[in-house]
């Protein structure tokens, strides 16, 4: 119970830059901060390197960061899978299997996540961008695309924070979130999985100018 708590409490550190892209963590420094022991500290170690978090340095490890290639490739995986999830959300929908309460808290997501971003409040905004993310895919109903999801969010996230920080792009996102809303609510697989795909591919060309040089 202990090691999946410390692999929990350091993962959200690593995601909110509180250890940053390239610093290197050591068993004795990280059981210092969460006040355990070193077992857990390496076991969770073991368990971040395997979901592509953390990479071995040395005695230690260091929190990764995807250059621009990787970030591509691994954009280019998110964008087929949230095409999927989002197209099966649509049939769910189409086919009365999604409840209005579902799609209001869908919709409750898009909206609080326009005013975090909107008002600068920018680690709020990545949180609840990635809980609106992730809610279409829980809608799909596919575990397996989700879990694969999940993987690929921390290794973004972890690479770079900045992608609703540009000008203009607060306005592109909102308008973006509002076209996948609007075809998983009409229940059209094929807006659903156009407008996920489209979003994700231009989210990518707005990461990887920032992923050479983020420092936060």
């Known amino acids: 119970m202990q090691t999946e708590s410390t692999r929990a409490r350091l993962r959200e550190l690593i995601l909110d830059g509180r250890y940053p892209p390239g610093a290197r963590l050591g068993e004795v420094e990280v059981a210092g901060a969460l006040g355990v022991s070193r077992t857990p500290v390496r076991e969770a170690f073991r368990a ?33 899978l949230e095409a999927l999830t989002a197209e099966l959300a649509a049939e769910r929908q189409r086919a009365g299997r999604l409840a209005p309460a579902e799609l209001a808290d869908l919709a409750a997501l898009a909206d609080r996540t326009h005013r975090a971003t909107a008002d600068g409040e920018f680690t709020a905004a990545v949180r609840l961008n990635r809980a609106f993310h992730r809610r279409v895919a829980e809608l799909a109903a596919n575990p397996v695309a989700l879990h694969s999801l999940d993987r690929l ?64």
């Open 48 to 80: 971040l390197a395997s979901d592509g978090l953390l990479a071995p340095a040395g005695r230690g490890v260091r929190v990764v960061r995807l250059d621009g290639a990787e970030l591509a490739h691994v954009y280019r995986v998110r964008a087929a």
């Open 153 to 216: 969010w921390d290794q973004i996230q972890v690479s770079t924070r900045r992608t609703l920080g540009p000008p203009g792009r607060t306005a592109l996102v909102d308008a973006q979130h509002r076209d996948l809303l609007a075809a998983v609510t009409a229940g059209d697989p094929d807006a659903a999985a156009a407008a996920a795909r489209r979003h994700v591919l231009d989210t990518c060309a707005a990461d990887r100018p920032a992923a050479s040089d983020e420092t936060e």
